[in-house]
């Protein structure tokens, strides 16, 4: 499996997902996987340039800097979300993170990213989870994470990406007996899937993204174990995984596909299906 998976990266990845790979599975460096980031770094400490496949253009924005700091706690880098939490200070000083930024206007993007600066618990509680991931402290991701609590307490209607951004959050929040609690009332939230392409939604494995997962308990063990089941047949006879959403421009298609391959890899290593 990894050596198919393998094949198609070097076929179809670009650089970074080739050197994440190699730093999971092939004894690469971590370094090698910081490099790769940074090439997409501004000046102003956030990133563009298409980290983030479906935010195309030059311009810092909210997801490229998540993307970031993703693939920092991968490469096990709590140093360079310096740069980002500078950004963050000056474009979203209260913790709050919009989807897009209307900066990025006027550049190619998904139709689903809505550049309106407006901030939502969406990418707030994803960059706030990456950032505790990271052991990050900092009076910016203090605000956040209040800002995240106060909106996750209040959640009573969510589509599935918000409702997986909370899960992430609360594996990550210190506050443990608190996101123990939030999260047994979440697992009773049914996330409405309206406006969402034919087929697209998320998968058990995707809130519940490691064996600790809070989420976890949302399902039983058959329904996660039929998930990794379906996951584990999911690879292609290329190598690669797919993905269930719309690749909005042909570019996007191998770039979502090789992350796609990397996280399906990654998933079936944490719950134990490949070594």
């Known amino acids: 499996m990894i050596e198919r998976a393998r094949n198609f990266l070097w076929h179809n990845a670009r650089t970074l997902e080739q050197r994440w790979f190699e730093h999971a599975f092939d004894g690469?460096?971590?370094?090698?996987?910081?490099?790769?980031?940074?090439?997409?770094?501004n000046d102003d400490g956030g990133y563009g340039y298409g980290l983030e496949p479906d935010h195309r253009g030059p311009t810092s924005q909210p997801l490229h800097a998540l993307r970031a700091l993703q693939l920092f706690g991968e490469a096990e880098a709590p140093e360079q979300a310096e740069s980002v939490l500078t950004w963050l200070n000056a474009t979203c000083p209260d913790g709050s993170v919009p989807f897009g930024l209307s900066t990025s206007q006027?550049?190619?993007?998904?139709?689903?990213?809505?550049?309106?600066?407006?901030?939502?618990?969406?990418?707030?509680?994803?960059?706030?989870?990456?950032?505790?991931?990271?052991g990050?402290?900092?009076?910016?991701?203090?605000?956040?994470?209040?800002?995240?609590?106060?909106?996750?307490?209040?959640?009573?209607?969510?589509?599935?990406?918000?409702?997986?951004?909370?899960?992430?959050?609360?594996?990550?929040?210190?506050?443990?007996?608190?996101?123990?609690?939030?999260?047994?009332?979440?697992?009773?939230?049914?996330?409405s899937t309206e406006g969402y392409a034919e087929g697209e939604g998320l998968e058990p494995h995707q809130y519940a993204q490691k064996p600790t997962s809070?989420?976890?308990?949302?399902?039983?063990?058959?329904?996660?174990?039929?998930?990794?089941d379906a996951l584990?047949?999911?690879?292609?006879?290329?190598?690669?995984?797919?993905f269930n959403f719309p690749?909005?421009?042909?570019?996007?298609?191998?770039?979502?596909?090789?992350?796609?391959?990397?996280?399906?890899?990654?998933?079936l290593r944490r719950y134990g299906r490949i070594s």
């Not at 090698?32 to 980031?37: G, M, S, T």
């Open 28 to 41: 690469g460096s971590a370094q090698a996987v910081v490099r790769a980031v940074l090439a997409y770094r």
């Open 232 to 242: 584990e047949r999911g690879q292609q006879e290329d190598g690669g995984w797919n």
């Open 106 to 134: 006027g550049h190619p993007m998904a139709p689903w990213i809505t550049a309106d600066d407006q901030g939502g618990l969406l990418i707030t509680s994803q960059i706030a989870a990456a950032l505790h991931a990271l």
């Open 136 to 191: 990050v402290d900092d009076p910016w991701l203090d605000r956040a994470t209040d800002y995240c609590w106060h909106h996750v307490d209040q959640l009573a209607q969510t589509h599935p990406y918000e409702l997986r951004g909370a899960a992430m959050f609360l594996d990550e929040v210190p506050d443990r007996a608190r996101a123990e609690l939030v999260a047994e009332k979440l697992g009773h939230l049914k996330p």
């Open 247 to 267: 690749a909005f421009t042909p570019i996007t298609h191998f770039e979502w596909r090789s992350i796609a391959t990397v996280d399906a890899l990654l998933t």
């Open 214 to 228: 809070l989420a976890r308990a949302w399902f039983s063990d058959e329904e996660l174990e039929k998930d990794l």
